[in-house]
């Protein structure tokens, strides 16, 4: 059985993102025969991690479909299906370029967009962004993909936990 390294889940091992926790996998050619141990501190840091990330999640509405990044995991943008979990969005759009964009949304559900050195340039609210720079979202941003995908950003405000006030 394989485990997620963020939050020690059991995963498929074909799996690309953890279900529990949200985490990307990495990619492995080489299936190992036994997981290594989960340590006790390991445990801990899990728990205190799950208890700290937030509940947002980011959605860009395209045209073809809905992209949703959840808090504490990140999203390529592009059309190449080997290396994009969302490339059927960007199908038939010869603009995107294979690897475009990644969208990252960190555990405390502030999200950022970083262009990934694209052919025709990924786009804020009309501004064109610096390749391998990250540029803050905030929602109802206007994000665009080359010059014609374009998408609209949404971060719902989750209400906060009255047990964190205290």
């Known amino acids: 059985m394989v485990t997620c390294p963020a939050c020690a889940a059991h995963v498929g091992p074909n799996d690309l993102i953890c279900f529990t926790c ?30 700290t990330i937030s509940s947002a999640v ?14 504490g995991t990140s999203v390529l943008l592009g059309r190449d299906p080997a290396e994009s979990l969302v490339a059927a ?18 555990d405390h559900g502030h999200a950022t967009i970083r262009d990934e050195h694209s052919t025709n340039g990924t ?15 905030v929602d109802g941003d206007t994000v665009r993909l080359a010059a014609d995908v374009t998408g609209r950003v949404a971060i719902p405000h989750a209400e906060p936990d009255p047990a ?3």
């Open 22 to 51: 949200g985490a990307n996998l990495p990619m492995s050619d080489v299936a190992d025969d036994e997981p290594l141990p989960v340590t006790v501190a390991q445990k801990a840091i899990s728990a205190d991690r799950a208890r």
């Open 58 to 71: 980011l959605r860009i509405s395209f045209p073809a479909g809905d992209v949703e990044v959840p808090a």
């Open 89 to 106: 969005a960007f199908e038939g759009c010869e603009n995107v370029s294979r690897r475009h964009a990644t969208v990252t949304v960190d």
């Open 123 to 137: 786009f804020v609210n009309g501004d064109r962004l610096l390749p391998g720079i990250e540029v803050r979202l």
């Open 164 to 166: 964190a006030l205290a």
